[in-house]
Each structure stands twice: as C-alpha cells, then as structure tokens.
C-alpha cells in the first residue's frame, strides 16, 4: 500500500517514538502528522527521525474528534499508540478515559476522514471479558473500535514491552530486568518484546501486508516472528 500520509497519536510513547522513527526513513512517506496536546520539540522529542516531515498539530483532546477529523487526509494511514495506567491516570475512571474514550474518538475520526486502515496497539490478553481492569479495557477497545467499521483495521498486542523509557511503570520496569537475561527461552506468545520491534511490524502490516480482511490481530508472537524474518 503507498499512501503519503501517516497519522500518530500517541506519538511521545515508546511505541509511538519508535512508529515516528521507523515512518520517517520511508521513502512512501512523506508526511507525518503528529496529533498531540501540546506542542512538541520535534528536534529533542525525536532526535532519529526526518525532522522535515514531521507536523505536529495541537488540539483539545476534549475535542478530539471533532478537531482532528478535517486534519486528516483521505486514504491515510494512521496509527493509535496512546495509553497510561491506572497509576498515571490517577483513577480507573480517568485511565478509561485515555485509554479508551480518547482512543474511541480518534478512531472515529479516522472513519469520518476516510482513513484506509488504523493500527492501534493494545495489549497481550486483551478481552472483554477479562478479570483484569486493564485487559478488559483493552479489549472494550478493540471490540469498539471493530463496531465502527472501519476499512481496515488491526491491533498490535504485545507482552511486556523492552526499551520502555524509566516513567514510573515499576512493576514493568522489574520485569523486564528479570526476564530480558532469559528472554530467548519464553515462547514467543509472551515473550517480552521491544518497542522498535512493535512499531516495525505495525509498520509492515499497514503498508506492506497482503491481508485483506477488514480487521486482523497481530500477536505478540507474530511481531517476533517478524524480526527474526528480517
């Protein structure tokens, strides 16, 4: 799929630094438009990617759909990499609302601009009827999101992501430092797996992939997968 446009929210996350970088060096992309809250030092924020193409636009994620909907290109390509935790958020009412009510705007966006697929990362375990808060969220997401209707659409669930910047994610940050040394041994379903891996293959499946459904997963174990093809 060639298609100029590329659309990040999300993007001052691991995840979303990586997808930055990796889209810059593309030679189909031309430009990279960054929807945030507030402005962002493109130089300092992404000091690997091509800096020229690279548009940063602010608007009030109070009014996320309505103000980014005519900032989008028709048949762009866009990609959802915003999440906190419950932690951050303060609460689970306000994690929700980042997590999920941000996300489920955005993406209607995307529908109303006429977005020719979206990738949104979510999470290992992801499912609706998980006993977990965040899981099941994750899986409200991807249930939500299918209900639009989208073109295309896939989502990206990792494990425990490695080369995540210190942002206060102890637990996560712990667990990396012991399972990272004996990573190679833990089948690929939930093997940790770094953010530039993620971001490679969410790139791959937009632009590369020939699958045609209009909705599809890729694994934690297909995004390693991934990088040992390549």
Same mark, same amino acid.
């Given at each position: 799929?060639?298609?100029?446009?590329?659309?990040?929210?999300?993007?001052?996350?691991?995840?979303?630094?990586?997808?930055?970088?990796?889209?810059?060096?593309?030679?189909?992309?031309?430009?990279?438009?960054?929807?945030?809250?507030?402005?962002?030092?493109?130089?300092?924020?992404?000091?690997?990617?091509?800096?020229?193409?690279?548009?940063?636009?602010?608007?009030?994620?109070?009014?996320?759909?309505?103000?980014?909907?005519?900032?989008?290109?028709?048949?762009?390509?866009?990609?959802?990499?915003?999440?906190?935790?419950?932690?951050?958020?303060? !609460?689970?009412?306000?994690?929700?609302?980042?997590?999920?009510?941000?996300?489920?705007? &955005?993406?209607?966006?995307?529908?109303?601009?006429?977005?020719?697929?979206?990738?949104?990362?979510?999470a290992h375990?992801?499912?609706?009827?998980?006993?977990?808060?965040y899981n099941?969220?994750?899986?409200?997401?991807?249930?939500?999101?299918?209900?639009?209707?989208?073109?295309?659409? &896939?989502?990206?669930?990792?494990s425990l992501?490695?080369?995540?910047?210190?942002?206060?994610?102890?637990?996560?940050?712990?667990?990396?430092?012991?399972?990272?040394?004996? !990573?190679? &041994?833990?089948?690929?379903?939930?093997?940790?797996?770094?953010?530039?891996?993620?971001?490679?293959?969410?790139?791959?499946?937009?632009?590369?992939?020939?699958?045609?459904?209009?909705?599809?997963?890729?694994?934690?174990?297909?995004?390693?997968?991934?990088?040992?093809?390549?």
């Amino acid at each position: 799929m060639k298609h100029a446009t590329a659309i990040v929210l999300g993007a001052t996350g691991a995840v979303g630094k990586q997808l930055v970088n990796q889209l810059s060096r593309r030679e189909d992309v031309v430009n990279i438009i960054l929807i945030s809250r507030r402005e962002l030092d493109i130089l300092r924020d992404f000091p690997d990617a091509i800096a020229s193409k690279i548009n940063n636009q602010v608007v009030d994620f109070e009014q996320l759909e309505q103000q980014v909907t005519p900032l989008i290109p028709p048949k762009s390509v866009a990609f959802i990499a915003l999440g906190t935790t419950q932690k951050q958020a303060g !609460s689970k009412a306000a994690f929700r609302h980042i997590d999920h009510d941000l996300v489920i705007a &955005f993406a209607r966006a995307c529908k109303s601009a006429d977005v020719c697929r979206l990738g949104v990362v979510t999470a290992h375990g992801a499912n609706v009827d998980s006993a977990s808060f965040y899981n099941h969220v994750k899986g409200e997401v991807e249930r939500d999101i299918k209900l639009l209707g989208l073109p295309s659409v &896939f989502f990206a669930r990792p494990s425990l992501l490695l080369g995540r910047p210190d942002d206060g994610r102890f637990a996560e940050k712990l667990g990396e430092s012991l399972l990272a040394p004996i !990573s190679s &041994f833990i089948p690929k379903a939930v093997r940790p797996i770094s953010t530039k891996c993620v971001a490679a293959a969410m790139i791959k499946a937009a632009y590369d992939a020939e699958n045609k459904s209009s909705s599809f997963v890729l694994s934690n174990a297909d995004m390693h997968q991934l990088q040992i093809i390549e």
